[in-house]
């Protein structure tokens, strides 16, 4: 594990070893095909792990400090069903992508948040899924959330990395602030290999993404059945996720 800067986050690329394996998107279809049998429901019980990942380049400030706002009910939503561990991770500037540690309230997360300010840079998915990959392999990720507006990475690495996620039943949820073309077509088909969804939400429109967090967060920690229930009981976020998931 690498040194904590000032803000009690790693760097998950310094944290662990290890390479990821490249493969084309019909590589990646054929396995998922031969993986989707061997999915894993949640276990009565069991924490609920969330890996909750944002864009923090410049442009994004406004949505950093809308998310801080009401990541909250990501944990009282859960708490109706089950219980949840959020992990934070973000990436900034030039080559910046850190981790925290596992939290279990919301007091501890925007604790994290509130040190951090977003810096100048490209986007850096890639490397988000990549160490999500690694987490699972450790433990069981339940969901991985990701929030931003852009991509300016390779679709293919993007689709290969996503594919490790795939095989290790880890569903990723992306949410777009905006209607970049190239961001949509990159996170709906990241969704789509993962088994997981995409949604859009209106610059600023705090409601939306409160909505769709919340039904992450049901989902992550009181599985499909939980998230089923949700939508029965009109939660549009639950409705938008649940229509997607295959």
């Given at each position: 594990m690498s040194p904590k800067?000032?803000?009690?986050?790693?760097?998950?690329?310094?944290?662990k070893?290890g390479?990821?394996p490249?493969?084309?998107a019909?590589?990646i279809s054929a396995?998922?095909?031969?993986?989707?049998a061997?999915?894993?429901?949640?276990?009565a019980g069991?924490?609920?792990?969330?890996?909750?990942?944002?864009?923090?380049t410049?442009?994004?400030?406004?949505?950093?400090?809308?998310?801080c706002?009401?990541q909250?009910?990501?944990?009282?939503e859960?708490a109706?069903?089950?219980?949840?561990?959020?992990q934070l991770?973000?990436f900034?500037?030039?080559g910046?992508c850190r981790a925290s540690g596992?939290?279990?309230?919301?007091?501890q997360l925007?604790?994290?948040?509130?040190k951090?300010?977003c810096?100048?840079?490209?986007?850096q998915?890639g490397?988000?899924?990549?160490?999500?990959?690694?987490?699972?392999?450790d433990k069981r990720?339940?969901?991985?959330v990701?929030v931003?507006?852009?991509?300016?990475?390779?679709?293919d690495?993007?689709?290969a990395?996503?594919?490790?996620?795939?095989?290790?039943?880890?569903?990723?949820?992306?949410?777009?602030?905006?209607?970049?073309p190239?961001?949509e077509?990159a996170y709906r088909e990241?969704?789509?290999?993962?088994?997981?969804?995409?949604?859009?939400?209106?610059?600023?429109a705090?409601?939306?993404l409160?909505?769709?967090?919340k039904?992450?967060?049901?989902?992550?920690?009181?599985?499909?059945?939980?998230?089923?229930d949700a939508?029965a009981?009109?939660?549009?976020g639950?409705?938008?996720l649940?229509g997607?998931?295959?």
């Amino acid at each position: 594990m690498s040194p904590k800067d000032p803000s009690g986050i790693v760097d998950p690329s310094k944290a662990k070893a290890g390479s990821v394996p490249t493969a084309g998107a019909a590589d990646i279809s054929a396995f998922l095909k031969t993986a989707a049998a061997v999915g894993r429901p949640k276990v009565a019980g069991e924490r609920g792990r969330l890996i909750f990942a944002l864009d923090a380049t410049m442009s994004r400030q406004p949505m950093w400090d809308m998310a801080c706002a009401i990541q909250g009910q990501m944990f009282t939503e859960a708490a109706k069903v089950g219980s949840l561990d959020i992990q934070l991770v973000f990436f900034r500037g030039v080559g910046e992508c850190r981790a925290s540690g596992w939290v279990a309230q919301a007091g501890q997360l925007a604790g994290l948040m509130q040190k951090i300010q977003c810096v100048g840079g490209q986007t850096q998915i890639g490397r988000v899924l990549s160490h999500a990959a690694e987490e699972a392999s450790d433990k069981r990720i339940h969901a991985l959330v990701y929030v931003g507006d852009a991509m300016e990475e390779s679709l293919d690495d993007l689709c290969a990395k996503a594919g490790r996620l795939g095989l290790a039943n880890v569903p990723v949820f992306l949410f777009q602030e905006g209607g970049d073309p190239s961001a949509e077509q990159a996170y709906r088909e990241i969704a789509r290999i993962t088994r997981g969804a995409y949604a859009r939400f209106d610059p600023g429109a705090a409601a939306q993404l409160a909505e769709l967090l919340k039904a992450v967060a049901i989902f992550a920690s009181g599985g499909r059945a939980a998230l089923t229930d949700a939508s029965a009981k009109g939660a549009r976020g639950a409705q938008l996720l649940l229509g997607q998931m295959k």
